[in-house]
């Protein structure tokens, strides 16, 4: 297995068993990694999630 193969791995590994998806009453609901008052980091957060 090449090392971008296991990089990938791990990776989805870590978005399937480590982030999760904050949901707030009254508010959009974002990833754990994201800073929630902060719109770009929401955005970037949910890009990452994405990726994989």
């Known amino acids: 297995m090449t ?3 296991i990089r990938k791995k791990y990776h ?3 978005c399937d068993k480590i982030i999760r ?3 707030k009453a009254g508010a959009k609901d974002y990833p754990n990694n994201a ?3 902060n719109a770009a980091s929401r955005e ?3 890009e990452l999630v ?3």
């Open 35 to 37: 800073d929630g008052s």
């Open 50 to 52: 994405k990726l994989n």
């Open 3 to 5: 090392i971008a193969k």
């Open 21 to 23: 998806i904050i949901k």
């Open 44 to 46: 970037i957060a949910w």
């Open 12 to 14: 989805r590994q870590i």
